[in-house]
């Protein structure tokens, strides 16, 4: 192995078991098909030589580049530039060590991230840990803070010439409450004008303090509803592997039954910036063979485009 590297391990699960590359679980999977795709970005960005090679070692899932001392320091020095919220020649870089600190600061499972430069191992595992670090560089992008809300009420008006809305009443207080919408599935909604509704919808809270709601989906039977508010409440309360296995699990439910209906609408719910790299991998992972089904076809791309975004380059 090179004296010059910069190398990601995946040690040990959750529950301490030893990690076999040869026998990983449907979360491992997703973890480290993000580490190698991150590097190769981090490499593209960084140093960009074609001539970089990226190894992949046995045991312990390993990945790692081999360079020269000269291209570990430029790496090195981006990595600071990330860290220290300095500026970066390409923000490509940032997302894919966000992708990567998303992933370690996000559960129980043993990591390994360093540098190694002649010989000498520096590692970078708690800098990577620190969600406080990549929270300052996110703030400074202005990225919002979005919510799961699940509401219940009668749908009173609908409408808006540039964004498209509609109104309800509260049921539970009797509060006004706006919930905006893509003009192309207005007919999705304007067929529940004066009836009860049931909802669920992603929200963030503006600089004014008021909240701004944007419509997942609407059901029109409650057991659904309840359902799918239950697992969801659940899901964003679980870390790492636990809500990687649950989304797993739903999903996989799904497709035995051949309940695509079911899936789309757990997949509206999961089409959202909220969910970091490994969760929207996950549900990627276990539709891909489904991918041109008509209910979640779009469905998988608009998901495919977040997770593109969050990592900074694209996926097959």
């Not at 990591?111 to 590692?123: A, G, L």
């Not at 996989?252 to 909220?274: P, Q, S, T, V």
Request: hydrophobic share 35%.
């Amino acid at each position: 192995m090179s004296n010059n590297r910069l190398e990601l391990k995946i040690k040990k699960d959750a529950n301490g078991v030893d990690i076999d590359l040869e026998n990983l679980s449907i979360g491992t999977v997703g973890t480290f098909i993000t580490f190698v795709e991150s590097l190769k970005c981090i490499i593209e960005n960084s140093i960009a030589n074609d001539e970089v090679r990226i190894k992949i070692t046995k045991g312990s899932a390993c990945v790692s580049t081999e360079v020269t001392e000269d291209q570990v320091i430029k790496l090195q020095d981006d990595f600071q530039k990330v860290v220290s919220n300095g500026s970066l020649s390409n923000p490509s870089i940032f997302n894919s060590w966000n992708a990567i600190h998303e992933i370690i600061a996000a559960n129980g499972v043993e990591y390994e991230v360093n540098f190694c430069k002649n010989d000498i191992t520096t590692s970078i595992l708690g800098e990577l840990k620190n969600k406080d670090i990549f929270r300052a560089r996110r703030s400074k992008r202005k990225e919002k803070k979005w919510q799961l809300f699940f509401e219940t009420g009668r749908m009173y008006a609908i409408g808006g010439k540039t964004k498209p809305n509609f109104h309800i009443t509260r049921r539970s207080d009797h509060k006004e409450l706006a919930f905006h919408f893509e003009e192309r599935f207005a007919a999705n909604y304007i067929k529940f004008l004066y009836s009860d509704v049931f909802i669920s919808a992603w929200g963030y809270q503006e600089s004014d303090g008021k909240y701004h709601y944007q419509i997942a989906d609407v059901y029109a039977e409650e057991n659904i509803y309840n359902d799918l508010r239950l697992f969801f409440q659940q899901l964003t309360l679980a870390r790492g592997e636990d809500r990687l296995r649950q989304i797993f699990a739903q999903i996989r439910i799904c497709l035995d039954d051949g309940n695509f209906g079911l899936l789309a609408k757990i997949l509206r719910l999961l089409n959202n910036d909220y969910w970091n790299v490994s969760d929207l991998r996950t549900s990627l992972l276990i539709t891909k063979s489904f991918k041109q089904h008509p209910k979640i076809a779009e469905l998988r791309e608009e998901i495919k485009e977040k997770l593109e975004k969050k990592l900074g380059h694209s996926i097959k």
